[in-house]
C-alpha cells in the first residue's frame, strides 16, 4: 500500500517538477536546434488554413489580422470555413471581397477535423499555416514560421502562442502556459516536440495526414503524424500569436474537459509514441504527456491508499494535507465563479485540482461517451 501511494506521488512529481529539471539538463547537452533564425529573403507560397464555428465576435479582426500581415501578397491564400455556423459569422465572411481570401461556407456542422481535410484538400500552396478564428498574429509571423523551410529535413514549425489576461480574474492558465512554452521550448531542441500551438503552426502541405472526422485535438495529431514520419519538429519563439485566456476557471475547465477528451483519444492513436526506440520523442511523450494525463487517476489512488494508511502519523498528516488541498481548491473554485478575487496560492491550487478534474471527465467522456468531432464552443 506504501509503494502504491509513493509511486503515484513520485510520478506526479517528476512530471511536473524533475522532468523540466531533467529536460533542461539534457536539451543544454544535446541540443540540435539553434536557438534562432533569420527570415529568408525569398518566401515561399503559403495557405493559412482556419476552421470556424459561431465566431462572430471575432472573425471579422480575425480576417483583417490576416490580410494587413507583412507577407507578399501574391504569396498568401486564405482559406476559411465556416462549419455550419448558426450566429452572424457567414454573413460577415461574405462581406470581405480579397482575392487572397477563399471562403467556403459549410450548411451542415461536422466538425473541425472534416473542416480541415476539405480545407487541405483545396491547398495548391506548399505550406500550410494552421490557426484558430480568435488569434491575433503578429506582422511578422508567418515569415518567421516559414523561414525554416529552406531545410527538407524540417516537416512542421510551432510558433509561441502568448495568453493574455485582459481583466483581473483567477484563471491562471496564462501562468502555466508559460511553464507548457518553456518545456516545448526544451523539447525542440531535443527533437522531440510534442504537437503544436494550435493557433500558429506550419507544415509541408506534401505531409499532410487526412484525420478522422472525430479528432478533437487536432493540432496534436497532425503534428505528431509529421514526426512520425521522421520530420523534424522546429519550435520558433519569434514567430508570434496571442489569445486571450478564459474569462473564469469555469470556463477553462468546460474547455480542459473537451481536451482531456481528446488526449485519451490521442493516447489510443499514438501507441508508437511509447516505443524508446524512436528516441527523445518518446522520452518526452511519456514524462510529459501520458504521465499528466494520468495525473488524475494518481491523485485519486494516492488518496485512497492515504486514507488506509491513516493510523501512522505521517500519513495521517498526509491526509489532512491532502483534505486541505481539495478543500481549497472547492473554495477557490465557488469563490471564483461569484467573480471574487482569489490569493495566488489558492489560485494555482484551484487551478491544478480543476485541471484534473476536467481531465478525469474527459477521460470518463472518452470512456462511456461516443466521441464526436462537432464543435462544442468554449470562451478564450
Known sequence: MET???CCLGIIFYSYIIYPIILMLLANFFSKTPTHSNVEVTLPSVAVVIAAYNEESCIKERIENLLSLDYPEDKITCFIGSDGSSDKTNEILSGFDDQRLRIHIFEQNSGKASVLNKLVALV???IIIFSDANTHFESDAIQRLTSHFSDPNIGAVCG?????????NDNQDSIYWRYEQFLKEQEAKLD???GANGAIYAIRANLYSAIPANTIVDDFQIVMNVARGGH???YEKLALAHEEIAPNIAEESKRRIRIGTGNYQAFTRLTWALNPLIGWRSFSYISHKVFRWFTPHLMVVAFITNLFLAEQPL???LLVGHILMYTLALWGGRTSAKGKKLSSIIALITFFVSMNLALLKGFYRFMFKNV???WQRTSR
Not at 509561441?160 to 483581473?168: M, R, S
Open 192 to 194: 522531440a516536440l510534442l
Open 232 to 234: 523534424q519538429i522546429i
Open 160 to 168: 509561441e502562442l502568448n495568453l493574455f489576461n485582459p481583466g483581473d
Open 124 to 126: 495548391e500552396q506548399p
Open 4 to 6: 502504491v501511494f509513493w
Open 315 to 317: 500519513y495521517m498528516l
Open 372 to 374: 464526436q468531432g462537432t
